[in-house]
Each structure stands twice: as structure tokens, then as C-alpha cells.
């Protein structure tokens, strides 16, 4: 379809250095970004829930939460962790599958030279197949199991965790509408990626994911239940924008474009994350404006601005940048920020090459290989072009970190039917300097601080813990760096 046909040829950018200052250590060949595609993509496997399949990559990891669902007699096996806890959460989940479809199907010929193509079909069906167990009937939605008190007062893997697997819905008399709108986001996203290899199960997809953006526009209401690990400080209407924007493009059918065009808005925002879906809309809805749909001439001016506030050389730029180069907007899970804007960078470029445009800031104009390259830049940062010299992704490149704030991670592999006290079990593997037992391969962490200073220690979860979403977010722009290494 019209929305993810782009050049065949990627687009050679070679390396420019965003300041001038990044000179003594920006210097040097280019990663092996398809190393680091390949590792990134086992990290979203070490955060599978419930019964593995036999080609699973981690020996360390087993089957858990084979209960999961079992308090509200439904079957919720699967799924994923969302980070260094035990706890499956439905917002950042769907928006973790979203992303990953995104990267499936916009770079799906850099995927398939990748030799990773299908690795990225599992991931997403390893959450779409969950997503269909927990959205069982009409306005109903399981959005988490678990009890993320509990859990965090106990530090073991979630093979031997004993704690409530408490679980949490929305419905009719308690609506959701931000995860309800994710979840269809994520449906009818996979649903494309599917198309071409499993039409009935992409149309199984497609059918929920309308079903779900009907419950979550007619039952329009905030779910505070995740509070206060994922709270939606955005509130709803960029996930219905978000969710509407997927349909379309999954159906072409007018009804969705027309929402968006009538009963959406269209914001000038400068970040991008797993509550904020704005610019990556409005970058997706501009090559419908390039196409001649000029209706969405407001959605391509607010992703221009975007970019606008993120690029360091910009008269806009509003985003800190540290001294080393780095997006840096608030402390935890920092590199979501990194890995979301090099995604959007990424894909932005594609789409103002095919079309021949560039972003005008103010004064200055950027042709889509200035975009390309601040994306690179942003991922070379996290690999280990930074004032530590160090890579942020586990187990990829020099001095990565070793102590992940990560339960399955640092707690070694126990003997089976073993008890584990959760008040000492943080004396015995939280508390301790040495490296994790089990290596949290491709793994990226929280990362440095606004000042690029990085202290690897497992207590210091700011810094150490990673989350499935700052990886879904490096699929696509890994892979396209790998096509062009």
C-alpha cells in the first residue's frame, strides 16, 4: 500500500558530526548494526511470559506465570514483562507490539537481508496472541496481571515468583480509552504485518482491533489502574488518533480518515514515548499530505516542528541535548527517548526522500540525510560513541553494563520447587556488586544522566533497567543502518 511503498534503495548517509565538540570520540568505523539488531530482538525474547517455545535463545529463561489469568478464570498465559519486575502491563505492552509491527512492515526488506524478519513476526505475535486472550468479548479488556506493590517488594524470576498475580480490566462501567486504543493500535498495525503470510490470522487481527477503537472512542474515560508506574499524563486523544491513523492505513476505508480528519486534533509536541503518540501519527499521516490528501496539511506541519525541536542546528530546538550528543528528557528509561526520535528520524527521512522534501526550520532547510544522520548519531551514542566510550546495550561492544536492574537477569537459575524469602532474596542478589549471572543480551538500559554520566549498578534503576519499548523502538533504524554499514 501507498503508506509503506519507499525507495529500494536506502539512503547512503554517511557520518556528520552534530557539534563540533563530538570530535575526540565520534572518530571511528561504524558498529555492527546488525549485531546489535539481532541482540536487541533477543532481549524482547527474555521478556516473554508464560510456556516458551522450544527454539527459545536464553537458556537461563523458563516458563512462568502459567497461572497468569487464573483470579478471573480466563486464560492470560503470555505476553510480555515490561522491565526489570514481573508484572504485565497492557499499555506499554500493546505499544511495545505496535512498534515492532511499525518496524515490520515500513523496513521489511531490511529485515529480510537481516536475516530477522521472521525473529520480528514472533515478537509480535508473541503479544498479538495475548492481546486475543485478553480482549475476550466485546468491551471487555484485560489491561494487567500482577500486583506491582507486591512484586517490587520481592526480588526473584518470574519462574519462582509467588507473588498475587492480581489482575485488572476495563469494561463498560470502567473504561480505558488510552489502552484500549493501543491494544487496537497494536491489532490492526500486526494485522498488516501478518497480511502477506497469515491472512486469516491478520484478519482475526483486523476485526479486533475495529472493535476495540469503537469501545475505546464510545467509552471515553482514563484507566488510573496502572498508576503510578504507567500513568497517562497525555490523556487519551493522541492514542485515538494513534489507533484511527492504523486503521486506515490496515482498511483504506473513509470512515477513518475522516475521523481523523473531524473529531481528532493535531498538537505541536517535541517527544515522542509509550504515552505521547502525536509526532509519530503526524509523521505517518504526512505522506498521505505528499500524496495529495492536503485535508492533513496541520498533521505534516506538527511533524515538521518535531523534527523542528529535536535537531540540535534548528532556530526551534527545544530538547536538551547533553554535552556528549545525547536526547536527554527526564531520568528513567531515558533511552526510550533516544531510540523513539532515531525511529522517527529514520522513518520521516524515507518518507521526504521518496517525496523530493525538506523540513524548513525558521531559516534553514534539512534534506532528509541531515535527518538520517542526527538518527544515527543517536543510536551510535547508545552503542558507544559517548564520553564513557562505553555501549549501553548489553552484551554488544565495549565495557557494556553487567549489573541490568533486571530480576530474571541477576537471580541465578534455582533449583526446582525452591522457596525463596523475598525479604532476603534482595540481601542475596539485589544487594550484590558483582555482575548478573544470567547476561540480559541486547538489553538497552535506562543510559546515562543529562551530564552523560552512567554508574553501572543494579540498585540505580534510573540508569540500569531497560523496558521492551526503548528496544521495539530500535528495530527499524537498526536495520536500516545495517543496510547501509
Known sequence: MGMFVR???????????????????????DFNYKEALTKSLIFL?????????????????????????????????????DAGDNVKYGLPMAFTVTTLAWSGIFYESELKVAGEL????????????YFLKAYPKKNLLYVQVGDPVQDHMCWVRPENMETPR???????KNPGTEIAAETSAAMASSSIAFRGVNRTYARRLLNKAKLLFDFANSRKGTFDGECPFYCSFSG????????????????????????????????????????????????????FYFEGEKSLE???????????????????????????????????????????????????????????????????????????AF??????????????????????????????????????????????????????????????????TGAFVGGPDRNDNFDDQRWDSSKTEPCTYVNSLSIGVLSKLAMQR
Open 166 to 172: 492480581t489482575v485488572l480490566k476495563i469494561d463498560d
Open 375 to 440: 538518527a544515527k548519531q543517536q543510536m551510535d551514542y547508545l552503542l558507544g560513541k559517548n564520553p564513557e566510550g562505553r555501549s549501553y546495550m548489553v552484551g554488544f561492544g565495549n565495557n557494556p553494563p553487567t549489573q541490568a536492574h533486571h530480576r530474571g537477569s541477576s537471580v541465578p537459575k534455582l533449583p526446582e520447587g525452591s522457596t525463596v524469602s523475598c525479604a532476603m532474596s534482595f540481601v542475596y542478589w539485589f544487594n550484590r556488586r558483582d555482575a548478573n549471572p544470567n547476561e540480559l
Open 118 to 129: 521472521d525473529n520480528v513476526r514472533d515478537a509480535i505475535k508473541w503479544g498479538t496472541d
Open 298 to 372: 496541520a498533521f505534516k506541519n506538527n511533524a515538521d516542528s518535531f523534527i523542528c525541536s529535536n535537531l540540535p542546528d534548528s532556530p526551534y530546538h527545544q530538547i536538551y541535548i547533553t554535552p556528549g550528543g545525547m536526547i536527554h528528557l527526564r531520568d528513567g528509561a531515558n533511552t526510550q527517548y533516544v531510540t523513539g526520535t532515531a525511529h522517527l528520524f529514520s522513518v520521516y527521512s524515507d518518507i521526504l526522500a521518496r517525496f523530493n522534501q525538506k523540513i524548513i526550520c525558521g531559516d534553514k532547510q534539512f534534506d532528509p540525510d541531515h535527518l538520517m
Open 7 to 29: 525507495t529500494s534503495a536506502a539512503i547512503v548517509v554517511a557520518w556528520i558530526t552534530v557539534f563540533e565538540g563530538f570530535l575526540g570520540f565520534a572518530e571511528g568505523s
Open 236 to 287: 487519551y486523544n493522541d492514542e485515538l488518533l494513534w489507533a484511527a491513523t492504523w486503521l486506515y492505513i490496515a482498511t483504506r476505508k473513509p470512515r477513518y480518515l475522516n475521523y481523523i480528519k473531524e473529531e481528532t486534533m493535531s498538537a505541536s509536541v517535541a517527544e515522542f514515548s509509550w504515552d505521547l503518540k502525536y509526532a509519530a501519527a503526524e509523521i505517518i499521516l504526512s505522506q
Open 45 to 81: 525474547e527474555a521478556q516473554r511470559s508464560g510456556k516458551l517455545p522450544a527454539n527459545n535463545r536464553l537458556p537461563w529463561r523458563g516458563d512462568s506465570g502459567l497461572q497468569d489469568g487464573k483470579e478471573a478464570n480466563v486464560d492470560l498465559v503470555g505476553g510480555y514483562y
